[in-house]
């Protein structure tokens, strides 16, 4: 599962994210500034989904089997479905996308909405070029004050085989189909740790694999509404 590393309160480094611009916005005075950082050599993630919300969304669970909208993420990198799932819910508080691919080094900042005591955060994002690996925070607490960050590992849906063909990875690198048949008996039928790209189809373990963690994701309140609490 992802990992809570460090809680940060210093002025400087709220000062620095407040100077941040982020790529989406949410009206509000209360507000979380997400920063996902791409820590791979070689692996992109889809547009990331970003949410907050007021109550526990089991979004997804190691050792069980992925939802579908997890399963979509993870093999096509849509993530519509799991935004349509989360605004469902009544403890939904606001959902945003980063809107475009983060390679590798780079950050990006989304900006949600935290009014109505909305203290959980979910992230999640496709990696590519993978078959249905994926980047994940399943309601995280999100910090009352200051920063929290988190270290994801790359997960796999357990949703489609990891034959690492071109033809089934969808993205820049492969170009291929992005969803499989759910029912292939090859399927492992549950969210675990992602094993890596082991080089026995089209893509090359010495450029494509990677060690976890693969995504460092900082989550800081940078404003506060005194109905908030």
């Not at 993530?79 to 990006?108: F, H, M, W």
Request: charged share 15%; net charge neutral.
């Amino acid at each position: 599962m992802f990992t809570l590393i460090n809680r940060i309160t210093g002025a400087s480094m709220l000062a620095g994210l407040l100077l941040a611009s982020p790529v989406a916005f949410a009206s509000g005075s209360a507000t979380y500034h997400v920063t996902i950082t791409n820590i791979t050599s070689s692996i992109n993630f889809t547009p990331i989904l970003v949410a907050s919300h007021r109550k526990k969304l089991s979004v997804f669970e190691t050792g069980f089997p992925a939802s579908d909208e997890i399963a979509t993420i993870a093999e096509s990198g849509n993530a519509a479905p799991l935004a349509a799932y989360i605004e469902s819910k009544d403890s939904k508080a606001d959902v945003q996308n980063s809107g475009a691919l983060l390679r590798p080094g780079e950050s990006v900042t989304v900006v949600v909405n935290a009014k109505h005591k909305a203290r959980f955060i979910t992230v999640a994002s496709m990696m590519l070029p993978t078959n249905d690996g994926f980047i994940g925070l399943n309601s995280v607490l999100a910090p009352r004050r200051g920063t929290r960050v988190y270290l994801s590992p790359g997960y796999d849906s357990g949703t489609e085989p990891n034959d690492e063909l071109c033809l089934n990875i969808p993205g820049p690198t492969c170009g291929g189909e992005g969803l499989s048949p759910l029912d292939n008996p090859a399927n492992e039928g549950f969210v675990h740790i992602n094993r890596g790209i082991h080089g026995i189809g089209d893509l090359s373990a010495s450029v494509y694999d990677w060690r976890n963690p693969v995504a460092k994701i900082s989550i800081t309140r940078v404003s506060r509404d005194k109905h908030d609490d």
